[in-house]
């Protein structure tokens, strides 16, 4: 009888063993991905990344899709001050968002994960920020420079500028030719802000001395007035105006009016980013694979795409489910899901491991960012904006002309920007 007894309890124990640990093994989670409200492509991709990896993992992942883009910083930034901070989410564009959510505080930090690798080098570059990366790049790049209609150019007998000179003397010859060089869109607005967002890139990085003037920019210590590249920018802009290089109806000119006459023709170029060739595409599918990409030029060469890249996803060091988040997105980056999501959204993508169809010109920009062109923005690069309304600015430049007027509001708001966001040196 002992020893029977002894064989059932030992029996018990062990069951009461396995339940324990059964009862130990974590269950399924319930993770919520907090992103914008960008439209149908976007929230389609994200379902079925997520479905994917629902059936794998065992897990269930939800899209909240917050619509008023306007206030989505705040919100995120609100959900972190009242200890609610979202598992896994989607964020703006910039290294300056880590100062916005205290990333030390609050993020997952990537830089060790094997998930980089794929990055291409100028976005890479761009999110690491003192040897830490917080968000990991999701999405296309964009480029901002000249986009032009090829027919148009074969037609008169140019090719791509090679400097600035260059540049302005096709503009010549083709407003000889009859046909207006350039399509503004004045009316819009936003649009006339490219060209000398561009033209930073081109004519005022290379001239405060790259990374070094940024920094200085970036804790105050020169000043936007101060930097007669700037002033230069504008000058060359209006100069085109004076030239006649512009639509006539600069004052009416809509983007939508700008897409028409590059598509067909009726104007040869547009300082436009690569966004523009899915709206065309859709209007004139058979013009679209004629619009090329080429930089603005400098003076001295052909210059470089100024590009703009995508958002990030970014975890909450902070979060009820770290570690399934971070399952999640090492998922996400897999060759698989990023296929998923770029044929949904195509475009020049920031990973090296996916194919992706891309229009003419963005290929034309694809090519440039392989062969180690490019660089990221200047206006990004900086923790306090030129200013906030910058589109409505530059649009009430073209008409009026006025330079100073233009970058002394450039230079007080962006003065003013600092100090509301209590930057060191402001």
Known sequence: MRKRFGFVAILAIFAALVMTLAGCKPGPVKLTFTTLGNGDPEAKAFDEIFANYNKQSGNTVTQQILPDVNEYENIIKTRFATNDPPDIFYFFTG????????????????????L????????????????????????????????????????????????YADFLAICDKIKKAGITPIYE???????????????FQTFVLPSIGGADGVAKLGANQLRIKDIPAIKDVFEREYALKTKGYYNKDLAAGTYELQQDALATGKAAMAFQADWMLPSIAAKYPDAVDKIGFFSLPSDNDPGLPSLYPPKQIMVSSKGKHVDAA??????????????????????????????????????????????????????????????PDYDKVTQAFIMSGDVDKTIQQMDSSYIQQGKDKKIPGF
């Open 116 to 163: 980089l690798k794929n990055l291409s080098t100028a976005v890479r570059g761009f999110y690491t920020v003192n040897g830490k990366i917080y968000g990991i790049p999701w999405g296309t790049y964009n480029a901002m420079g000249v986009l032009y209609n090829k027919d148009v150019f074969a037609k008169v007998g140019v090719q791509p500028p090679k400097n």
């Open 95 to 114: 290294a300056n968002e880590n100062t916005t959510l205290q990333a030390d505080k609050n993020l997952v930090d990537f830089s060790k994960e094997d």
């Open 326 to 387: 971070l399952a999640l997105l090492r998922f996400m980056t897999t060759a698989d899901s990023l296929q998923v999501w770029y044929a949904h959204n195509p475009g020049i993508p920031v990973y090296t491991n996916v194919q992706t169809k891309l229009f003419a010109g963005q290929q034309d920009i694809y090519n440039l960012i392989k062969a180690g062109q490019g660089a990221i923005n200047i206006q990004l690069l900086l923790p306090s904006n030129y200013v």
């Open 185 to 199: 869109a004045g009316k819009t607005g936003w649009p006339v802000q490219i060209f000398s967002l561009a033209g």
